[in-house]
């Protein structure tokens, strides 16, 4: 275990945890809460997840829920191997050149490419007629749902119904293999995935994640935000893939801010001494900074190799570590998240 000022011996501090989407992406995340999970005194009242952050955020829950910490922590480390293992013979490989050049990208990969520009011309209703994902076996074996429904920890995944196109949000016994991949149910990849017979998208589009569930409905004050897409990208991209990319992540970060935005508005203008009102105005706000996602392309979140998972994995445990360096005695007391700037300008 690292060497952290907040190893010292403390009182617990409940916490809420928010996990955005982003493919493969999402085992930065698995890295980040490895190293927060070894932490005694933080206790998770709440995760909310959206996309692979939904995959992270049930497969904790199910291995708290069973294991406690240890559980949880073997549990997402199953997860993603399970991931790599039925990816080994996926037809989405890094060419030769970017294995030489230590890339991670699949730009180079020919299937990738063709596949890539066929998801923009031809519905997933037409490749993949019988909706196929192999995530679903992957779930099923990896998670005990009626599990989910016994846990303390408060789970909530986001999904966009295609129809309204507002964010539906599932809790604990409302979770299922279905509601799971809808959240990471990418249009032009996969069919929508209908429950109780609506049909739904990527919670990403209308919740990445759901902030305001866990003011609403959890004890904690303190949400620890683990963001996957960039806020901010430089140099202007240029290239066709670039420019689709960079609007991926601007729309995909959009809700997300866009919440904020607001809760810091209702932070200032709610009345600390009333119910809601005081939910608001305490509440504290805090970000594990990703300062690697701005060197990787939106190809990278198709690889799913094993190595691919390690070094993520071991760049959100040294992004959690600086996170606990900096902030770990914040945690209960005040908030390391700025809100206000989201202000200036309206």
């Known amino acids: ?19 955005q989407g982003g493919g493969s992406h999402g085992a930065f995340s698995w890295g980040v809460l490895d190293r927060l999970l070894e932490e005694p005194w933080l206790r998770i009242d709440g995760i909310s997840g959206t996309s692979a952050g939904a995959m992270n955020a049930a497969v904790l829950v199910h291995g708290h829920q069973k294991g406690g910490v240890a559980g949880a922590r073997e549990a997402l480390e199953a997860f993603w191997r399970r991931v790599s293992e039925a990816a080994r013979f996926s037809p989405f490989q890094r060419g030769p050149l970017d294995i030489l050049l230590g890339r991670w990208t699949l730009d180079s990969s020919p299937i990738y490419v063709v596949m890539d520009l066929m998801s923009r011309l031809v519905s997933p209703y037409d490749l993949n007629p019988g909706g196929a994902n192999p995530l679903r076996d992957i779930l099923a074996e990896q998670i005990d749902f009626h599990v989910l429904a016994q846990s303390p920890i408060n789970l909530f995944v986001t999904a966009t119904n295609v129809r309204t196109g507002r ?19 990418l249009p032009t990849m996969f069919q929508a995935i209908e429950i109780d017979g609506e049909a739904y998208w990527d919670g990403g589009y209308s919740g990445n994640p759901t ?41 995909f970060n959009a809700v997300v801010l866009k ?47 094993w190595a691919f998972f390690e070094y993520l994995h071991k760049e959100g445990r040294k992004a959690a570590q600086t996170f606990l360096e900096a902030h770990s005695k914040d945690l209960g007391k005040r908030s390391t998240l700025d809100l206000d700037v989201l202000l200036e300008g309206i």
């Open 1 to 19: 275990m690292e060497n952290s000022a907040s190893s010292i011996k403390r009182a617990p501090v409940l916490v809420d945890i928010a996990l």
């Open 167 to 185: 964010g539906k949000v599932f809790k604990n016994a409302d979770i299922t293999p279905d509601v799971l991949l809808a959240s990471a149910c």
């Open 211 to 251: 902030l305001s569930t866990l003011v609403r409905e959890c004890k904690s004050q303190d949400t620890i935000l683990i963001p996957i897409n960039p806020i901010e990208r430089v140099p202007t991209p240029r290239s066709a893939s670039e420019i689709l990319n960079r609007l991926n992540e601007v729309s």
């Open 259 to 305: 919440e904020l935005k607001m809760m810091a508005l209702l932070r200032k203008v709610a009345d600390p001494g009333d119910g809601e009102g005081k939910l608001w105005a305490n509440m504290r706000v805090h970000l594990v900074r990703n300062d690697i996602m701005t060197e990787l392309g939106a190809s990278s979140k198709l690889n799913a190799e």
